[in-house]
């Protein structure tokens, strides 16, 4: 037999597959059968976020209002679902609902600083929830049960101007200010006016000033201008809302309100209104525009041609 018969057998070169890494997060890892890649490979399991996780924001986010920035740091993790998955190929291999896990002391947030980390399980987070929904539930109780008596005073529009008008304003507005504080602030009173203008705020955090309603004094302070600025809250306007629509410009109207500021040459005179009525009577009240300094003034015969 020549040497070129004999055939030496050629070695075959196996490359080595590296070996499946656990991601840090992992642990519960366990080897099983991926049906995606068909290998037998560890899984790691990771929070996600699901369907449930938008839905449960949501309603935290129209129940809670403004107050949710504290709680959706929180119940976003909680609400997201474990997903295990392949080392290998990331298929998704099995998902647990967030509340169908094994146990609450499984991760649901890392948080990183440098190279230092902070795990926390889903036991001290549903503690801190707890512990916040029971702080905005007194808060929210206590508020409730507090009520601040009204008092209502006989002083009418002109003697008001006595002590809070435009001329004691441009004489001495620490004066002003003083008697405001001690004799009007947090009182309320009944007076009637003349609807000039009334203004629906939209938004999420209308707070008081649910509408805003321009009115006209008799006697007035200025010709053209408003002499006060009526605020709602969201609770009032509803409460009031067919007596709102049922006013024009000009129209009569009686109202119940408490003083929140006096006027100055910069702003008027402002009180939050809880009630309102339409009463007889009509005041002819010119058309109004607002011009560059945002003040309300007559509209011209042009920009009544150009409208």
Not at 95 to 117: I, N, R, Y
């Given at each position: 037999?020549?040497?070129?018969?004999?055939?030496?057998?050629?070695k075959?070169?196996?490359?080595?597959?590296?070996?499946?890494?656990?991601?840090?997060?992992?642990?519960?890892?366990s080897?099983?059968?991926?049906?995606?890649?068909?290998?037998?490979?560890?899984?790691?399991?990771?929070?996600?976020?699901?369907?449930?996780?938008?839905?449960?924001?949501?309603?935290?986010?129209?129940?809670?209002g403004?107050w949710s920035?504290?709680?959706?740091?929180?119940?976003?993790?909680?609400s997201k679902?474990?997903?295990?998955?392949?080392?290998?190929?990331?298929?998704?291999?099995?998902?647990?609902?967030?509340?169908?896990?094994?146990?609450?002391?499984?991760?649901?947030?890392?948080?990183?600083?440098?190279?230092?980390?902070?795990?926390?399980?889903?036991?001290?987070?549903?503690?801190?929830?707890?512990?916040?929904?029971?702080?905005?539930?007194?808060?929210?109780?206590?508020?409730?049960?507090?009520?601040?008596?009204?008092?209502?005073?006989?002083?009418?529009?002109?003697?008001?101007?006595?002590?809070?008008?435009?001329?004691?304003?441009?004489?001495?507005?620490?004066?002003?200010?003083?008697?405001?504080?001690?004799?009007?602030?947090?009182?309320?009173?009944?007076?009637?006016?003349?609807?000039?203008?009334?203004n629906?705020?939209?938004?999420?955090?209308?707070?008081?000033?649910?509408?805003?309603?321009?009115?006209?004094?008799?006697?007035?302070?200025?010709?053209?201008?408003?002499?006060?600025?009526?605020?709602?809250?969201?609770?009032?306007?509803?409460?009031?809302?067919?007596?709102?629509?049922?006013?024009?410009?000009?129209?009569?109207?009686?109202?119940?309100?408490?003083?929140?500021?006096?006027?100055?040459?910069?702003?008027?005179?402002?009180?939050?209104?809880?009630?309102?009525?339409k009463?007889?009577?009509?005041?002819?009240?010119?058309?109004?525009?607002?011009?560059?300094?945002?003040?309300?003034?007559?509209?011209?015969?042009?920009?009544?041609?150009?409208?």
């Amino acid at each position: 037999m020549s040497d070129s018969e004999i055939k030496t057998p050629k070695k075959t070169l196996r490359k080595k597959l590296p070996k499946p890494k656990t991601k840090p997060s992992d642990q519960s890892s366990s080897e099983v059968k991926c049906p995606q890649c068909d290998s037998i490979v560890q899984t790691y399991s990771a929070p996600e976020t699901t369907y449930f996780t938008v839905i449960l924001s949501f309603i935290t986010l129209v129940l809670f209002g403004i107050w949710s920035m504290f709680l959706l740091p929180f119940v976003i993790p909680l609400s997201k679902a474990i997903i295990i998955r392949c080392t290998r190929c990331g298929a998704k291999l099995e998902t647990h609902q967030p509340f169908g896990l094994f146990s609450l002391k499984d991760e649901v947030m890392t948080l990183k600083c440098g190279e230092c980390a902070l795990v926390i399980s889903r036991s001290y987070l549903l503690t801190v929830v707890s512990i916040i929904v029971c702080v905005l539930i007194y808060f929210w109780a206590t508020s409730e049960s507090i009520i601040t008596p009204v008092i209502y005073m006989s002083t009418t529009w002109p003697e008001y101007l006595e002590d809070c008008g435009g001329e004691v304003v441009l004489k001495n507005t620490i004066r002003v200010t003083e008697t405001f504080t001690n004799k009007y602030e947090g009182n309320s009173i009944t007076w009637d006016g003349y609807l000039m203008r009334a203004n629906e705020n939209y938004g999420w955090f209308r707070g008081d000033h649910a509408v805003v309603i321009l009115v006209k004094m008799q006697p007035s302070e200025s010709d053209i201008h408003a002499d006060l600025i009526l605020s709602m809250s969201d609770t009032s306007f509803y409460a009031n809302r067919a007596a709102l629509a049922s006013l024009d410009r000009g129209s009569h109207f009686r109202f119940n309100a408490t003083f929140v500021s006096p006027g100055n040459e910069q702003q008027l005179h402002h009180l939050h209104a809880d009630y309102i009525e339409k009463i007889d009577g009509f005041l002819e009240i010119p058309a109004h525009v607002h011009n560059s300094n945002y003040r309300y003034t007559l509209k011209t015969q042009n920009a009544q041609s150009n409208s």
